[in-house]
């Protein structure tokens, strides 16, 4: 069974850093993270291989966010820095025993974890 949780959440003033942490239990391969705002559709914002040599980072972060994985420890990160007030949301890790990274189709999700910038 897999299990994931995030952590790293908070507020913080425009322009601040935060780190977000997705621990993982089970066999999983592709990870990712997604984002949804309030009354907007939950968009993804990258996701990182299995050996975690090739990342995908989405256009409206890219620049600010990256993303990593600990395979020793079982931990994804997202680093997210010069964050906007437009980057407040929750932030969900996901899953998928699969070796395609890229689409939505993530089949295991965190319980996400709320980040809120204030201008």
Request: proline share 2%; hydrophobic share 30%.
């Amino acid at each position: 069974q897999v299990q994931l949780v995030e952590s790293g959440g908070g507020s913080v003033q425009a322009g601040g850093s935060l780190r977000l942490s997705c621990a993982a239990s089970g066999r999983i391969y592709c990870m990712g993270w997604f984002r949804q705002a309030l009354r907007k559709e939950r968009e993804k914002i990258a996701h990182i291989s299995p050996g975690g040599s090739y990342t995908y980072v989405d256009d409206s972060v890219k620049g600010r966010f990256s993303i990593s994985r600990d395979n020793a420890a079982n931990i994804m990160y997202l680093q997210m820095n010069q964050l906007k007030p437009e980057d407040t949301a929750m932030y969900y890790c996901a899953a998928k025993s699969s070796l395609s990274c890229g689409g939505s189709d993530y089949n295991f999700w965190g319980q996400g974890t709320q980040v809120t910038v204030s201008s």
